[in-house]
């Protein structure tokens, strides 16, 4: 058979296979890889080692060379290992789970893919990349010891759920005469938040007619001396108190904070809608940033806050990025 008709028969079988190897739908984690769901075939590679060694075999029949007809057996042997090698990289492999931390619409989620295999056998160089969904860049699993993860940067386009595309794990070790992948649908819906707009108004001003102070070891204005403790930093002993009084003194500062931000949704009207979840989304991350206590109020949703902390940004950001689409 000609090289040109071979490969095409070789894309043929592999583009036949991809269709009946895919999942239909998403499923639950931990998924494993059985013998059902791992699929072989040579590579360009292989094809060639084929054809060279049909090759020297016909060629060791014709001159009933018995020393060249012995050593096709044995690369023949080798090919044949090399194709069950490749399967049991991925057999008996379990994908635990899949996660990653929510970004703004429009930067690459960084998706990790946790897995676990028996410790009795080291399995590297595991080729991840998603389905051609996004054309994603490949990245490595290798298990030392039985457990591993592997990054994928996704592109993202819209705030909301993100569904995670089909996701194939492939390997050609260990002689790469053979390609060995499977695929893994995780039903695991990422959030991507909105995106923050890039420049605005600042945070509106706050609830109350004063400011606030809290005790901060870092603050501005001296609040007021009390006993040493032990791990206080040694700029702030009061040396002079310390010595009028024949005991270490500390200083304990006051740094102001401003007072609680009501950050409402009626408030950024004139805008077009999606500019109104990225001006909030904005306010959420300055907000946090400086520290302050903030209130997010939306339609239609009960308010939330005030509060601050990582804890607060996510909702209100969760909340923000599951707006209704219009």
């Known amino acids: 058979m000609p090289v040109a008709a071979a490969r095409r028969l070789y894309l043929r ?27 072989v075939l040579p590579t360009r590679f292989g094809l060639f080692y084929a054809f060279a060694l049909m090759t020297m075999l016909i060629g060791a029949l014709n001159y009933n060379n ?8 044995m690369l023949a042997g080798a090919g044949l290992a090399s194709l069950m090698g490749a399967q049991m990289q991925l057999s008996d492999l379990q994908v635990i789970a899949a996660d990653a931390e929510p970004v703004g619409a429009g930067m690459p989620l960084e998706l990790r893919l946790h897995a676990r295999a028996a410790p009795g056998r080291t399995r590297r160089g595991l080729r991840l990349d998603d389905d051609g969904t996004f054309d994603a860049e490949p990245s490595v699993l290798n298990l030392d010891k039985g457990i591993g993860d592997a990054q994928l940067l996704l592109p993202t386009e819209r705030r909301g759920w993100f569904d ?41 001003g706050g ?20 006993g040493y403790r032990a791990g206080d930093a040694r700029r702030a002993i009061a040396w002079k108190s310390s010595a009028r009084r024949d005991t270490l003194m500390v200083r304990e ?6 007072s609680e931000i009501v950050l409402d949704w009626h408030a950024t009207s004139g805008i077009a ?28 949703q009960p308010a939330l806050g005030p509060d601050r902390g990582p804890s607060h940004r996510h909702a209100c950001l969760r909340a923000l990025a599951l707006m209704p689409h219009v």
Do not use: C
Not at 14 to 38: K, N, Q, Y
Not at 66 to 73: D, E, M, Q, V, Y
Not at 168 to 187: D, H, K, M, N
Not at 253 to 258: A, D, L, R, V
């Open 273 to 300: 809608y999606e500019g109104r979840i990225s001006r909030l989304a904005r306010w959420v991350d300055e907000a946090e940033r400086e520290g302050r206590r903030f209130q997010l109020r939306l339609p239609g």
């Open 13 to 39: 079988a592999h583009a036949i296979a991809m269709v009946f190897t895919r999942p239909r739908d998403p499923e639950a984690l931990p998924a494993r890889l059985d013998g059902r769901r791992i699929y």
């Open 164 to 204: 995670v595309p089909k996701l194939r794990l492939s390997t050609t070790r260990p002689l790469g005469l053979a390609r060995a992948w499977a695929y893994v649908w995780p039903e695991a819906p990422l959030l991507v938040y909105p995106a923050p707009e890039p420049h605005g108004p600042p945070l509106p």
């Open 253 to 258: 500062f006051e740094q102001p904070t401003g």
């Open 66 to 73: 018995n020393p060249a007809l012995l050593l096709g057996l």
């Open 207 to 226: 609830r109350g007619e004063s400011a606030q102070a809290r005790l901060h070891p870092s603050g501005d204005d001296v609040h007021h001396l009390r």
